[in-house]
């Protein structure tokens, strides 16, 4: 399926995974920054450090709006991963879209 923007958990948060949507995919990341040791620096690249500002406060509302709707892509996952398994074991295409 088509989409023009990538939503994803700290846990994605890299330049290289903001610069692959971008460049690669030609979408648009809202990935959070992750926290790191130091208070005051969160984000030190140009990617990391726009998303910092973008979902930050006050930030781009539409853009936080956008991220809180996360939660419903997160309750789909889980419940597929509950009724199938965490692993995807069919091979054909058809079959995978069940």
Not at 47 to 75: F, H, K, M, N, S
Request: hydrophobic share 35%; aromatic share 4%; proline share 4%.
């Amino acid at each position: 399926m088509p989409f023009d923007q990538l939503l994803a958990d700290v846990g994605y948060d890299s330049e290289a995974n903001h610069r692959h949507c971008r460049e690669t995919l030609g979408v648009g990341s809202l990935i959070p920054a992750k926290k790191r040791r130091s208070v005051r620096v969160i984000a030190t690249t140009p990617l990391r450090r726009e998303i910092v500002c973008r979902l930050g406060r006050p930030g781009v509302e539409a853009d936080r709006t956008a991220y809180r709707q996360r939660w419903e892509v997160e309750t789909v996952m889980s419940v597929v991963k509950h009724r199938c398994g965490e692993a995807l074991t069919a091979r054909i295409d058809d079959m995978q879209r069940v």
